[in-house]
């Protein structure tokens, strides 16, 4: 199912034109913001930060007054501004590289910032689908697969369920209106599964796949 990128994308994240009959239903990349919130944990580490800050004022209040203890907790405030700086463009680059697509046939997932690759996982592949939201509409949507396609955790991340490192389950992470696309999903998923799979036997007694 993964698929190195190194040619030119006939589609925007998908390696090749879909087959006759297949039909893009959505894209749609993370949001970065979100992204930064739910993979890199960018309220803590400034909640993180503030703590110290505040730390830093209260041990020296004691020592002497406010006003002059209270330039003291300027520089982790500095710290955690440059932090969170770096923590939100690593989570902009991953998502400005990163496009997701519903089709009529598969979900696929074209990530990496250095090492661009595409998932495609295929309905009859997706054993379970499960939907996570916030209160701004974001949210993510992760896959458990069946069979044994083994996904590499490292390779995927963030773009997948945390700390499910043994059994990868990749995921559609951060994406605005997050419930409309599950529901895009699952009827998606629901009529393509429900499809008869139909196939004709040539003279010579072998079996294909009817067009």
């Known amino acids: 199912m993964p698929h190195d990128d190194f040619t030119v994308e006939p589609i925007e994240g998908l390696p ?8 893009i239903l ?8 979100a992204l930064a919130r ?7 580490v400034a909640g993180y930060f503030a703590l110290l800050a505040f730390w830093r004022v209260g041990v020296s209040s004691a020592d002497m007054p406010f006003a002059q203890a209270l330039p003291l907790g300027l520089p982790f405030i500095v710290l955690g501004v440059l932090a969170c700086a770096v923590l939100y463009g690593i989570a ?3 998502a400005r590289t990163t496009m997701y697509t519903v089709t009529t046939a598969r979900v696929a997932m074209r990530v990496g910032a250095a090492l661009t690759v595409t998932l495609n996982l295929p309905f009859p592949k997706i054993g379970a689908a499960h ?5 701004d509409g974001t949210g993510s949507i992760v896959f458990e697969t069946m069979g044994e396609t083994r996904l590499s955790y490292l390779v995927l991340w963030p773009h997948v369920r ?10 559609l ?3 605005p209106d997050a419930a409309k696309v599950a529901q895009i999903v699952a009827e998606a998923a629901e009529t393509r599964v429900s ?4 196939s004709r036997e040539l003279p010579d007694g072998a079996v294909v796949a009817a067009e």
């Open 26 to 33: 959505w894209q749609g990349k993370p949001n970065a913001l």
């Open 173 to 175: 992470r951060s994406i």
């Open 92 to 94: 902009y680059v991953l």
């Open 131 to 135: 939907l996570t939201t916030r209160k």
């Open 195 to 198: 499809q008869p799979e139909i």
């Open 38 to 44: 739910d993979a890199l944990n960018l309220y803590w």
């Open 162 to 171: 945390p700390w499910r490192i043994k059994k990868t389950q990749p995921a």
């Open 16 to 23: 090749e034109t879909p087959p006759a009959g297949e039909l």
